[in-house]
């Protein structure tokens, strides 16, 4: 019983939290990329590019959640852990993946800063996409590593 309760907060605080933290930092993304479109309508795709990186945080705390899920067969309906895997070793493997989701708020200022230089100059636009792109870095570290616990935890077979 309790291996399902840390199984299931493992998954819930694995979708939420980025789910969460990429909200905020979208928003902060999409309230100046809304101000900087409405002076150069033109400038839309390049605004949404920058939007959007503050946003994917979220998809892999919802990745890392699914394969928790799958893995221990709790998507399925067949709850099941390996021999010698507990529910709270599941957690601590998806503290990377829920963590990584916190570099969603420092993306979004990154974000909105390189829309603000954006719509003063258009040619900057590479070097601001790398320097969101950084940010994500990391959040990619982080689900790796999850990812990476969870497979050696052996629960996908």
């Not at 939420?16 to 101000?35: K, M, Q």
């Not at 899920?69 to 709850?79: A, D, R, S, V, Y």
């Amino acid at each position: 019983m309790y291996d399902l309760v840390f199984v299931a907060l493992a998954i819930g605080l694995a979708v939420t939290i980025p789910g969460f933290i990429s909200g905020l930092g979208v928003g902060l993304a999409g309230v100046a990329a809304a101000g900087a479109t409405a002076e150069k309508p033109g400038e839309f795709s390049r605004m949404f590019v920058l939007e959007i990186l503050s946003g994917t945080q979220g998809f892999y705390g919802f990745i890392g959640g699914i394969m928790i899920m799958m893995g221990t067969g709790i998507l399925g309906g067949t709850f099941g852990l390996p021999e010698g895997v507990t529910g709270l070793a599941v957690l601590g493997a998806a503290v990377p993946i829920i963590l990584q989701g916190f570099t969603a708020y420092p993306q979004g200022k990154v974000a909105s800063a390189s829309v603000s230089a954006i719509s003063k100059n258009p040619k900057v636009f590479g070097s601001s996409v790398i320097y969101t792109v950084m940010v994500e870095t990391y959040a990619i570290l982080g689900f790796l590593t999850g990812f990476l616990l969870i497979y050696g935890l052996g629960i996908f077979g």
